[in-house]
């Protein structure tokens, strides 16, 4: 059962992580930059043998894309999983996750853009534990709406006339946001700029195409800084709207697009 879109109840403060893909020591970096206490588990190793203890009535939300491309996805999932199970965090599901879900049940999917590092690296657990990273991240909401409707998180974006909604065109629009379905000269999807024109009320914290710099749009702000590119891995503290990065510790996956 998928966990309801609608957490308008919930009004943090909040520290909304951009994509990790895999890049545990620099999400330990953020965590630690951004208060929470990291230390070993008095519980069994799974999911995490790490307990995470966040600042007084703070909690973390990540915005989906903890697997492929980077080294250490299993570690990344399992801490993710433990912080959602303990109440210190939230997760919407990203692209990349979907699609690791659908490889793990057997779906035929095109391994690519970094999804073999996931594969090779789940191949080393238990069949239990494989399933339990599956089922956790197949439960994962599309987008979630926050403080009384006030915040929305996203992977890759949610339009006004979709917030709140469950439904086969919200989840699309939350994992590949929307394109002109053409594609630039890095063989990329051409994106459509809803951020431009969206006037909706709430503010939309969202990742998902990698930005040099996040900048503030309509309300809306784009915090994937491509960690595990080189770049760094950034929160944006809310209702604060204070950006807190951690640089990574090396690029750990090739991409052909430079930051802009």
């Known amino acids: 059962?998928?966990?309801?879109v609608d957490q308008r109840a919930e009004r943090g403060p909040f520290d909304i992580i951009g994509d990790v893909h895999g890049c545990l020591d620099e999400l330990l970096d953020l965590l630690l930059r951004l208060g929470y206490q990291v230390a070993p588990s008095s519980t069994a190793a799974e999911p995490s043998p790490l307990s995470v203890i966040p600042p007084e009535g703070r909690r973390a939300v990540f915005l989906g894309d903890l697997v492929d491309r980077g080294p250490k996805v299993v570690e990344v999932v399992g801490l993710a999983m433990a912080m959602c199970e303990a109440g210190a965090a939230f997760c919407v599901q990203g692209n990349h996750d979907a699609k690791l879900v659908r490889a793990l049940r057997g779906r035929s999917v095109r391994v690519a853009h970094g999804l073999q590092q996931s594969l090779e690296q789940l191949a080393a657990v238990s069949g239990g534990q494989k399933a339990r990273i599956a089922e956790f991240l197949d439960r994962l909401p599309s987008h979630l709406v926050l403080d009384s409707g006030n915040l929305v998180v996203a992977h890759a974006g949610m339009k006004e006339e979709l917030q709140g909604l469950d439904t086969a065109?919200?989840?699309?629009?939350?994992?590949?946001?929307?394109?002109?379905?053409?594609v630039d000269e890095y063989g990329l999807p051409v994106r459509c700029d809803w951020a431009a024109n969206y006037h909706g009320g709430a503010t939309v914290v969202y990742g998902h195409t990698p930005v040099a710099n996040p900048t503030w749009v309509n309300r809306t702000i784009n915090i994937d800084t491509g960690c595990v590119f080189g770049g760094r891995l950034t929160a944006l503290r809310y209702p604060e709207r204070d950006l807190?990065?951690?640089?990574?510790?090396?690029?750990?996956y090739y991409s052909p697009k430079p930051l802009v």
Not at 1 to 4: E, S
């Open 244 to 252: 807190v990065s951690v640089p990574a510790r090396q690029a750990y």
């Open 169 to 182: 065109a919200a989840r699309a629009f939350a994992l590949y946001g929307e394109t002109t379905g053409e």
């Open 1 to 4: 059962m998928l966990m309801p």
